[in-house]
Every structure is written in C-alpha cells, then in structure tokens.
C-alpha cells in the first residue's frame, strides 16, 4: 500500500513569515495526526483529525499554528507566523484510530524539515 | 498529560554486544509500541503489545510489557551496525471523551552500534 506522504520535505524562511505542510495520509486511515519533532527528542503531538473533525489539539500553539482536514483525507498545517523555535521537523501519521489490539499501529510521512532563519 | 521516560538516552555500543532500553510511566496505557527511526525518515512501528507481562521476539530484539501496563523494554542481542537509530517508546491512551487513541512518544534513545 501507498505510505503517507507529506510535501515539501524542507522549508527555510525567515521569522515571521508563514510557511504551510501538506500531507495525504494512508487510503481507509480515518485518523490523521501532526507531530512536532525537535532534533533528539520524542514527536509531540500537535493536533489529531478523526474524519474531518478535531480529536485533540490541546498541544497545538493556536496562536500561530492552524490545520484543517476538509474532506476527511488531506491535511495542511499551517504556521503564521513562524518563530526560530519552530525549526523541527512536522510528521505527519495516519491509522484507523482504534483504542484497543494490535491494529492500531500508525504510519509516518517522511515529514518536512523546516528550518526557521 | 502522559509522561513516558526513556532510557538511557544514547547507547554506544560494539558490534555483537547485548543492549536493553527501558521506557517506563506512572501512567497506564491500553498499549505500547516500539519504533525505530533513521534519519531523514518517520518512525517506523516495530511492535505492539497490549498484554500486561506479554513478550514478543522480532528476530533479535525482545519486547517485554510490564505487568501493570506502565513500563516496556527492549532488548537486543547482538546487535549489528544496521541496529543504528532512533528508539522510540510510545504509549497509547483514551482520547478524553472519545473511543480514540492517542499516541505519546518518550524522548527517545539514539543507539550507535561501532562495527
């Protein structure tokens, strides 16, 4: 099966600017997540889509950061605007969402490296 | 919020050497995973376990939950240079409200296997 794909795979712009991450995640996956991955350091989760609507975004930095998921398939994350402390690298994943058993593994993107300058 | 910790967080080991990585929480999760991650790429699921005290074998890697679903382990034996990269431990837990999981990631442990 086709993995998840995300696009670009690197960004530089300069402070304050605004930059947007696109991804399609894996065909049937109805859950969709971003993560934030700092260099050396564990993904932290930014937000996660179940469909088209909002799970959780308790860790998303609201003020700055926005992502949306019209049609229940592709994602973009957006960050406006952005922050040298945003410099990392945005991954995005999908899985069927499940709670419980085995099935519940996700699949990551390669995700987009964005350097902040 | 779920705090998984990692251990150690770098390894540097020969070729042919046993290593263990221990991840463990005062939280308790409905399931654990493992993934290994290159750098460039996304993390790739290594396993799941759900059973508390289950343990898995994927060639030469063993994975443990502990009983009580709070804490995992790692093992490998002889490890090879393509053992190198990124281990993650990653916990998963109920959506408050919902039916969904949610995946929460340790700090990770960067393995550098020397031939």
């Known amino acids: 099966e086709a993995g998840v794909a995300q696009s670009p795979r690197y960004k530089i712009i300069e402070k304050r600017q605004s930059v947007a991450f696109w991804c399609n995640p894996i065909?049937?996956?109805?859950?969709l997540y971003w993560y934030q991955q700092i260099l050396g350091q564990g993904p932290k989760l930014l937000i996660q889509?179940?469909?088209?609507?909002?799970?959780?975004d308790s860790q998303l930095p609201k003020d700055r950061f926005s992502a949306e998921r019209l049609k229940g398939v592709d994602s973009t994350l957006k960050i406006q605007p952005a922050k040298l402390e945003d410099s990392a690298v945005y991954l995005c994943a999908s899985s069927l969402g499940r709670l419980q058993g085995q099935s519940n593994g996700y699949t990551f993107g390669s995700g987009t490296r964005l350097t902040v300058v | 919020t779920q705090l998984l910790e990692q251990s150690p967080q770098f390894l540097s080991i020969q070729e042919g050497e046993n290593l263990t990585v221990y991840c463990n929480s005062s939280?308790?999760?409905?399931?654990l995973q493992w993934y290994r991650q290159e750098p460039g790429e996304g993390p790739v699921l290594l396993v799941t376990v759900v059973t508390g005290g289950e343990v898995k074998k994927l060639k030469r890697l063993t994975f443990q939950f502990g009983d009580a679903r709070k804490d995992s382990s790692l093992h490998i034996t002889a490890a090879q240079t393509g053992d190198t990269g990124l281990y993650l431990c990653?916990?998963?837990?109920?959506?408050?409200?919902?039916?969904?999981?949610?995946?929460?990631f340790g700090q990770g442990t960067i393995l550098t296997v020397h031939p």
């Open positions: 065909s049937g996956h109805a859950t």
């Open positions: 889509f179940q469909n088209n609507g909002v799970v959780d």
């Open positions: 939280s308790v999760f409905s399931s």
């Open positions: 990653a916990g998963v837990v109920a959506v408050r409200g919902t039916s969904y999981g949610k995946l929460t």
